[in-house]
């Protein structure tokens, strides 16, 4: 069984979660940037997992254009899907919101797995933002690593063939 890890990242926090579940996962398992790669042939996955972050209470529009433009073939297979934010309390209104309905609901998994507030990898504008709406003015990483756990046990138990290096 081949599993891709589909996902858009901005700082670099969504990447670090997928390449995690990549090495739980183990060497069937392949890492797909979207902001890298244009077009993707879904056809040899069986288990596709998307992941994305959320800025501003939204999802990135890479992530929603990929679910949407592919959803039919994506509800052929088996799914799981990850959300990086930093707003724990909207945690699962975005989640709702950061996916369709129909791939939320025949997705075998979906979890919050928290984030990161990354100052150096941030422009001016958003430095200003995450520190007026957050009144944070440093690196946090509140990435949540029982949610991420969680996540890879879940793909796991519905594919017993899958084990970890």
């Known amino acids: ?47 596709v997992v998307i992941g994305g972050s959320i800025h501003a209470g939204q999802m990135q529009g890479r992530v929603k254009s990929f679910c949407k433009k592919n959803l039919v073939e994506l509800l052929k297979k088996r799914v799981a899907l990850y959300m990086c934010g930093m707003n724990e309390p909207e945690f699962e209104s975005e989640l709702s919101n950061a996916f369709p309905e129909l791939l939320r609901k025949h997705a075998i998994t979906s979890k919050s797995v928290g984030g990161e507030f990354l100052f150096e990898k941030m422009n001016f504008i958003e430095k200003l933002i995450v520190r007026k709406v957050s009144g944070i003015d440093q690196n946090v990483s509140k990435i949540d690593k029982v949610r991420v756990t969680e996540l890879i046990n879940d793909l796991k138990k519905q594919n017993p063939d899958t084990c970890s290096n």
């Open 1 to 47: 069984m081949k599993t891709a890890i589909i996902y858009a990242t901005s700082h670099g926090t969504t990447e670090k979660v997928a390449t995690q579940i990549q090495s739980e996962l183990g060497s069937n398992t392949v890492l797909i940037n979207l902001k890298q790669t244009k077009t993707i042939d879904l056809a040899p996955f069986d288990t």
